[in-house]
């Protein structure tokens, strides 16, 4: 923390996030460090009672070994930390992988780790560049002295991981990409729903895992949605991604800005109609993207069956709580998902049903330390955070003492 303002600034470097944004990674990086400190004081076995006569049974807990980390460009500094914190707390060293668009985040955190006195050796980093990178991913996935990989990034390339790391049977974590559905139904608080949805949508330019990627809207407070969320993404601030009053910043790179591109187009061509945006900034830069909205936009548009990863908001339409539960689910991703709605039972309901590994009910802003981080279907396996984090870089051995 006492060098936050110089990996905030490192952060906005390498990857463009507005400088607040930046500051604000820092703070939810470092509490996985201080949290997992913590909770290591409280890694515990258990004495089992002894169904036989004479002996003794114990459940140990063991780090697991050397951990691999493999982190993305989004959250350059927390997405290392969310690994590192509980396999060092754990007992486990760390190799960490940090995405080929952000090293120096990755190498500045390494450089504090040794000043804050981890031993050499126990956090490691190394980069790769764009053609190396899957043979350094197949060298830590398929080495016998790495026992646990972490993989925080696309499904693509964590379906390609988990199948290298098969040849040594390593325990295999994966955070993977999202398609998450924002719900407003007609009880909603409306002004409500517009802001969580700014907030889910907008963050680090549309560019999170859990960002909200379709936005369903139950046909009686449709039009009044739509017309207060134009006039929010309408004064959102875009610019250098240093200056205090900036609210959005560039794409990580060119290919982001073309996904973007395409998404639009294709909406707009299978019938979707922009509201607001719909191009690049070019007076600002080429990888800046207007942020838009589009309505009328349906099932078959790659923004639904697709991530954008960036600053576009998708508005589809239903008319019940059954229809926006089956639209919420048609989708083989699971990482996250949101509602907003004013009715106690559907809020149990609709909480129930969503096929996601994290629900915020009447909230988009749902992450902290001490709770889990993780998805269902093809967004992930195993969880990050919180204790349950912990156990995922920990063996529980069992142990039988007989002759007692
Ligand atoms: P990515 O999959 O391209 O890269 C992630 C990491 O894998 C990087 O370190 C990269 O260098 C490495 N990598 C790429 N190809 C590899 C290969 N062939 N072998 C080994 N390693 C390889 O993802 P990205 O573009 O950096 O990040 C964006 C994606 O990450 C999005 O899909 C987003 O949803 C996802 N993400 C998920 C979470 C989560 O917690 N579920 C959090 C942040 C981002």
Same mark, same amino acid.
């Given at each position: 923390?006492?060098? =936050?303002?110089?990996?905030?600034?490192?952060?906005?470097?390498?990857?463009?996030?507005?400088?607040?944004?930046?500051?604000? @990674?820092?703070?939810?990086?470092?509490?996985?460090?201080? %949290?997992?400190?913590?909770?290591?004081?409280?890694?515990?076995?258990?004495?089992?009672?002894?169904?036989?006569?004479?002996?003794?049974?114990?459940?140990?807990?063991?780090?697991?070994?050397?951990?691999?980390?493999?982190?993305? %460009?989004?959250?350059?500094?927390?997405?290392?930390?969310?690994?590192?914190?509980?396999?060092?707390?754990?007992?486990?060293?760390?190799?960490?992988?940090? +995405?080929?668009? !952000?090293?120096?985040?990755?190498?500045?955190?390494?450089?504090?780790?040794?000043?804050?006195?981890?031993?050499? $050796?126990?956090?490691?980093?190394?980069?790769?560049?764009?053609?190396?990178?899957?043979?350094?991913?197949?060298?830590?996935?398929?080495?016998?002295?790495?026992?646990?990989?972490?993989?925080?990034?696309?499904? !693509?390339?964590?379906?390609?991981?988990?199948?290298?790391?098969?040849?040594?049977?390593? &325990?295999?974590?994966?955070?993977?990409?999202?398609?998450?559905?924002?719900?407003?139904?007609?009880?909603?608080?409306?002004?409500?729903?517009?802001?969580?949805?700014?907030?889910? &949508?907008?963050?680090?330019?549309?560019? !999170?895992?859990?960002?909200?990627?379709?936005?369903?809207?139950?046909?009686?407070?449709?039009?009044?949605?739509?017309? =207060?969320?134009?006039?929010?993404?309408?004064?959102?601030?875009?610019?250098?991604?240093?200056? @205090? +009053?900036?609210?959005?910043?560039?794409?990580?790179?060119?290919?982001?800005?073309? =996904?973007?591109?395409?998404?639009?187009?294709?909406?707009?061509? &299978?019938?979707?109609?922009?509201?607001?945006?719909?191009?690049?900034?070019?007076?600002? $830069?080429?990888?800046?993207?207007?942020?838009?909205?589009?309505? $009328?936009?349906?099932?078959? /548009?790659?923004?639904?069956?697709? @991530?954008?990863?960036?600053?576009?908001?998708?508005? /589809?339409?239903?008319?019940?709580?059954?229809? *926006?539960?089956?639209?919420?689910?048609?989708?083989?991703?699971?990482?996250?998902?949101?509602?907003?709605?004013?009715?106690?039972?559907?809020? %149990?309901?609709?909480?129930?049903?969503?096929?996601?590994?994290?629900? *915020?009910?009447?909230?988009?802003?749902?992450?902290?330390?001490?709770?889990?981080?993780?998805?269902?279907?093809? +967004? $992930?396996?195993?969880? @990050?955070?919180?204790?349950?984090?912990?156990?995922?870089?920990?063996?529980? &051995?069992?142990?039988?003492?007989?002759?007692?």
């Amino acid at each position: 923390m006492a060098n =936050k303002e110089e990996l905030a600034k490192l952060i906005t470097v390498e990857a463009g996030k507005v400088l607040r944004e930046s500051r604000g @990674e820092v703070d939810y990086g470092a509490s996985f460090i201080s %949290w997992n400190a913590e909770e290591a004081k409280r890694i515990e076995g258990e004495v089992l009672s002894s169904l036989v006569p004479g002996r003794r049974t114990l459940l140990v807990s063991q780090p697991v070994g050397v951990a691999a980390l493999v982190t993305p %460009w989004n959250f350059p500094v927390a997405m290392i930390t969310r690994k590192a914190g509980p396999a060092l707390a754990a007992g486990c060293a760390v190799v960490v992988k940090p +995405s080929e668009e !952000t090293p120096f985040s990755a190498l500045a955190i390494a450089e504090l780790a040794h000043e804050a006195g981890i031993p050499p $050796g126990v956090f490691n980093v190394v980069t790769s560049s764009r053609d190396s990178t899957p043979s350094v991913g197949t060298t830590l996935a398929s080495s016998d002295l790495v026992r646990k990989l972490s993989f925080t990034g696309s499904t !693509t390339v964590g379906k390609l991981l988990m199948a290298q790391c098969a040849s040594t049977v390593k &325990k295999v974590s994966l955070e993977l990409g999202g398609n998450a559905p924002l719900l407003i139904f007609n009880s909603a608080d409306i002004d409500q729903a517009v802001a969580g949805a700014m907030a889910s &949508k907008f963050r680090n330019t549309g560019q !999170t895992c859990i960002c909200t990627n379709r936005i369903l809207v139950q046909r009686g407070v449709h039009d009044e949605f739509v017309e =207060k969320l134009v006039s929010a993404v309408s004064k959102l601030v875009q610019g250098n991604p240093f200056d @205090e +009053s900036s609210q959005q910043g560039p794409l990580i790179n060119e290919a982001a800005a073309q =996904k973007v591109e395409n998404h639009v187009n294709d909406a707009v061509e &299978k019938g979707a109609e922009l509201l607001v945006g719909g191009a690049r900034a070019e007076e600002l $830069g080429s990888l800046f993207f207007r942020p838009s909205v589009a309505v $009328g936009v349906s099932g078959e /548009m790659r923004v639904t069956c697709e @991530e954008t990863f960036g600053p576009l908001a998708a508005v /589809m339409t239903f008319d019940d709580e059954e229809e *926006g539960i089956t639209m919420a689910n048609a989708t083989p991703f699971g990482l996250a998902g949101y509602f907003y709605s004013g009715d106690p039972g559907q809020i %149990w309901r609709v909480s129930e049903a969503l096929e996601t590994g994290m629900v *915020g009910v009447n909230e988009t802003m749902i992450t902290s330390e001490n709770t889990i981080f993780g998805g269902m279907k093809q +967004s $992930g396996l195993g969880k @990050e955070g919180g204790r349950y984090g912990l156990r995922e870089y920990l063996e529980t &051995k069992f142990v039988c003492m007989g002759g007692i």
